[in-house]
């Protein structure tokens, strides 16, 4: 039996519980409803039947006593009127008879010693009453008074006794109606306590059995699961109590497993991922000293090979200078190539050098106005726009912050080479323009040259990557590869738009300031309710916006400008200061 109450469900247990109870209780509210009902019958018995017949057989004795005064009194004095009493308490003897014979149903005992009362009376009245009166009526008071005597007292004393009798038999009837009250009102209280007890019990059952069936199992289910949310993942989770919970238990051991199971795969991935994230590391890190280590030993050889090679390039000039024309024709052309590799060793060289030194000299980040770097720009490039008749326009440019000469840098080096790369017989024109876009300033510099096809968009950013042989282009190849690593630098990025209709396309981004990205959300916030389009380079018409700089026109530099970028290449020149912005400018 025990076995088969441990399967029930918690829903079977709480039901039978309350279902024992609410039969006791039913029980019980049933014996209470019937000792209720005996309770108000004798009640009713008590109130509107004993009480009653008490006051009616005191009134009956009334009765009796008047009729019997009356009659003395009427042999005394012989005055009908001294008869009323009599024929008065007749009547209500008669009444309070028939009142009382109502009330007798149940109180046969009380019903005989009544009509021993009604007998006795009837003796009364025909022995002494009604002859007491005929001869007073007759013969007078005298002969009336003669039959009052002490045997007609004692028969009137035989009817008081009967009376007494009565209200002794109506007393006890009560006595036992009140007893019966007593008892079945005791035994409703008795009842009433039961059913609080069996409340009480009922409660107390629950209560206990909720704590071992629900509360400590659940308990128990709670520990267990949180010693495996503290890290105790292999802890077995075993359930107790009812079919419910063990189910319930049983679930969260599977969901333990499975967890647990996931937990020692994705233990395993960290583990794999730290070792390769070390492995990573430790890579970086040497090549990150790799790279330092080139970048210190190009700078170093270039900077060493200065001295020898300026040694090389001026004795070869020497050569030429002092004995052109007294040597046959093949030295002549002998010493020409000398000079010309020596004085493209040199220029390889200094740009090796200037693109080492980017980003290991520097002076600090500040704000810089591009609308003044393009007008340094525009001084640098004035002999090669006037060689090729070249117009240099841009539009109104942001400040950003940077280095100031690496900027100049990078931007002489987009335009010389939109100079350089131009098309035969077509005026270059080059310009310059920026958008923002997010939190970064695109700019642009468009020209109407040869163009570069989709294939090559990535290789002419490589150093020393050409394009084209030296004869048809000079340069040395590293123009653009400054240009990108000064972007880098800067925390931006370069490409070649490969879209544009005509001509080189060079995009690359630089980092707004907050002002500036917070006035354009702002503006986009105003003009959101009617936007309209604009041009991106709107800016191109507009006259106050931006400059232009044809050939031969060149707005003023800023004073104490040292670049030197204009400068065409000589064998002979000095490598610039170790300043980063005394780069002197390459064109790739």
Sequence with gaps: MSAGIRGWSLRQRVVALLAVAGVLLIGLAAAEAAV???????????????????????????ALLDQETAVRGYAVSGKRDDLAPYTAGLAQERDRVASMRRLLADYPQVETELRQVEEQAGQWRQAVAVPVITTTEQQGTEAGQALVTDEARQQFDAVRAAVDDLQA??????????????????????????????????????????????????????????????????????????????????????????????????????????????????????????NRDLEQFAYVASHDLQEPLRKVASFCQLLQRRYAGQLDERADQYIA???????????????????SRIGRLTAGFTEVDLNKVMGDVANQTEAARQYADAELTWSALPVIRGEEPLLTNLLANLVSNSIKFRRPDVPPKVHISARLVGAEWEITC????????????????????????????????????????????????VWVDTDVPEGTAIRFTLPALPEDVQAAEATADDDAATPSEQPVEQAETEATAGATVASGD??????????????????????????????????G
Excluded: C
């Design 446 to 493: 468009q020209d109407n040259g040869i163009g570069i096809e989709p294939e090559f968009a990535d290789k002419i950013f490589v150093i020393f990557q050409r394009l084209h042989s030296k004869d048809a282009y000079p340069g040395t190849g590293i123009g653009l590869a400054i240009v990108k690593k000064i972007v880098e630098y800067h925390g931006g990025r």
């Design 169 to 290: 038999e109506i007393l006890a009837a009560r006595e036992v109606n009140a007893r019966n009250v007593q008892r079945t009102g005791n035994m409703l209280v008795v009842l009433l306590v039961a059913a609080a007890l069996v409340v009480v019990i009922a409660g107390v059952v629950l209560l206990l059995s909720l704590d071992r069936m629900v509360v400590r199992p659940v308990t128990a289910l709670a520990g267990q699961v949180r010693e495996v949310a503290d890290g105790d993942y292999q802890h077995p989770i075993v359930g107790g109590g009812p079919p419910e919970f063990v189910g319930l238990a049983d679930d969260v051991e599977a969901m333990r497993r499975k967890i647990a199971a996931d937990l020692a795969e994705v233990r395993e991935a960290r583990e794999r991922i730290e070792w390769v994230n070390s492995q990573l590391q430790k890579q970086a890190e040497e090549l990150t000293r790799s």
């Design 554 to 587: 060149v707005p003023g530099a800023a004073p104490g400008q040292t670049n030197g970028a204009d400068q065409p290449d000589r064998a002979d020149a000095a490598p610039e200061g170790g300043r980063t912005g005394g780069m002197r400018e390459t064109v």
């Design 337 to 355: 190539f000398a000079v010309d590799g020596a004085q493209r060793m040199q220029r390889l060289i200094n740009d090796l050098l200037a693109f």
């Design 36 to 62: 209720a009902a005996r309770n108000r019958t004798h009640v009713d018995a008590l109130l509107n039947r004993t009480g009653p017949l008490r006051v009616q057989s005191q009134e009956l004795l009334n």
